[in-house]
């Protein structure tokens, strides 16, 4: 959504009314910094590479990722996210990507243009702030007796689970 209200500056929609704006700003050039370096995350870098490819025809792969991160590929393309996460996740830092990867400018360019927060929004736009819901059955008061099949799912919201706040149906 602020993606859209900062597209719509430059390409004015009619009727365009405003923005409610659900998530933070994105700064992928950071996000993807980070990922590489985390083990787990290699996934993240690989199926950012292969989003910027398909914005950015010219861009070759083989500036970014390693050998094994390519042959690895396939899977960004035919699995689904938990199978990509799951043939990614030995890989980070030197053996997923190359060294100045960040330096290729198609890639540069894509994170750019695809990075939320640093520019001028069409107005206006709606912060959306919710407070996250926590539920757990071990903080939930009514809990089933062991053997039943029914469960009341309840929520709690607030800073932790034990809160003490009032549990409301979700």
């Known amino acids: 959504?602020?993606?859209?209200?900062?597209r719509l500056v430059n390409k004015p929609e009619v009727g365009y009314l405003g923005a409610v704006v659900i998530s933070p700003a994105a700064d992928l050039r950071r996000i993807v910094t980070r990922t590489?370096?985390?083990?787990?995350?290699?996934?993240f870098m690989a199926l950012a590479a292969v989003g910027a490819k398909w914005s950015?025809?010219?861009?070759r792969l083989e500036r970014l990722l390693t050998a094994e991160?390519?042959?690895?590929?396939?899977?960004?393309d035919t699995g689904c996210?938990?199978?990509a996460t799951a043939v990614h996740r030995d890989l980070s830092g030197p053996d997923l990507v190359e060294l100045r990867?960040?330096?290729?400018?198609?890639?540069?360019?894509f994170l750019d243009a695809n990075t939320t927060g640093r520019r001028a929004v069409a107005g206006p736009v709606l912060p959306c702030r919710v407070k996250p819901?926590?539920?757990?059955?071990?903080n939930s008061p009514t809990r089933s007796p062991p053997g039943s099949a029914a469960k009341e799912y309840r929520?709690?919201?607030g800073p932790t689970p034990t809160s003490n706040t009032t549990p409301t149906r979700v």
């Not at 590489?36 to 996934?43: A, K, M, R, S």
């Not at 819901?133 to 071990?138: D, I």
């Open 1 to 6: 959504m602020l993606a859209t209200a900062e």
């Open 36 to 43: 590489v370096d985390q083990p787990g995350l290699g996934v």
């Open 56 to 59: 950015e025809p010219r861009l």
């Open 69 to 76: 991160a390519l042959d690895r590929l396939v899977v960004a």
């Open 81 to 83: 996210l938990g199978v």
């Open 101 to 109: 990867y960040l330096t290729e400018p198609h890639f540069g360019r």
């Open 133 to 138: 819901t926590l539920w757990s059955p071990l």
């Open 155 to 157: 929520s709690t919201t």
